[in-house]
């Protein structure tokens, strides 16, 4: 049986690759883009941190914004204007605690918060219940952001970590 520890170790290991994958790009490169119009590390960690504060607010059955139209959702386009996000501190500070509060919350919640309806606008449509968002949010969504950040690092002639 597929526990939340089972969960947890895939979505920590990509919390943690994310760092990595950060840890040798300097500041004023965060928002560099040597292909035109690819995500950067600014826009990638700005994103997927905006989705773990989605994750502990759908299992805590809290209300949330659809973050699609936010500086670093969905519908935004990544900008090289590195003034327009935050340092890369904040960014990993962010990314980092945002992860932490969804793997607490994740940790804590009663079985029945898995089965609750999907009660949005938007993301009713596309899942059932709040598990199938959970684990696609935690999974499948943060390794497709951290394959692009990948690509990212070889186009600007970095290592593989």
Known sequence: MLTANDLLF??????????????????????????????????????VGTYHEVIASLLRGEAFDNPWDSPCGKNSTPSA???????KEQLLKHHEAAAALACRTIESVKPEA???PMDHPTWGKQFATVAPAVVFLATSHQSLHLGQ???WRRAMGLPRI
């Open 10 to 47: 895939s979505y920590r290991w990509g919390v943690d690759t994310f760092a990595k994958l950060v840890s040798d790009v300097a500041d004023k490169d965060m928002a560099r883009q040597p292909v035109e119009g690819i995500n950067h590390p600014a826009w990638l960690l700005g994103h």
């Open 149 to 151: 950040l990948s690509g």
């Open 81 to 87: 204007d590195r003034s327009r996000y935050p340092s």
């Open 114 to 116: 898995w089965t609750r």
